[in-house]
């Protein structure tokens, strides 16, 4: 292993992470997941075992695919890998349709947690990948600690509350 570059180097503050690409051992399954629920649109697809969706008319932002997974087993939960893929949305509100979509479908969710600076909602996918749905607050409402630097934190989220911005 080479060694790391001794000079001060840091990512652009511009740069984003563009996507996302799972193995999934059935791609019909996380398609009806990922679109049919959560309400990614479909973009295109790769023979008959890839796809790519998005929002809003991006590219895609999650690939899908069984090249070495089809039919497959999900990772052993305390092996290495993916932990979840986070899916920020633009508001709180839209936060709460998505809580409210998935309650009425009676999936299930893995936890809800406010930490400081977003309100996150975690759930798996069928292939048990994690999947957290969170949104920011505006970076002024962002908890510090006394030497300016962030305090994240991890408290239980309201749901109800979240809920009632549907009101």
């Known amino acids: 292993m080479e060694a790391v570059p001794n000079d001060s180097y840091i990512v652009p503050a511009g740069t984003r992470i563009g996507h996302v690409h799972l193995k999934v051992a059935d791609l019909d399954r996380s398609l009806e997941f990922y679109c049919g629920l959560l309400g990614f649109e479909l973009t295109s697809t790769y023979g008959e075992d890839a796809a790519f969706i998005s929002a809003g008319g991006y590219h895609h932002h999650i690939g899908l695919n ?67 749905l969170y949104w920011d607050r505006p970076t002024d409402q962002w908890p510090k600690k006394v030497d300016g630097s962030l305090e994240m934190y991890t408290r239980k989220l309201d749901l109800n509350g979240l809920l009632r911005e549907l009101t």
Do not use: C, M
């Open 66 to 132: 069984t090249w070495f997974s089809k039919n497959g087993t999900a990772a052993p939960k305390n092996s290495s890998g993916l932990f979840h893929t986070a899916i920020l949305y633009p508001s709180r509100r839209d936060l709460a349709r998505i809580l409210h979509r998935l309650l009425q479908a009676d999936y299930p969710l893995t936890g809800a947690a406010d930490h400081g600076v977003s309100e996150a909602l975690y759930l798996d996918d069928p292939d048990k990948n994690g999947v957290e």
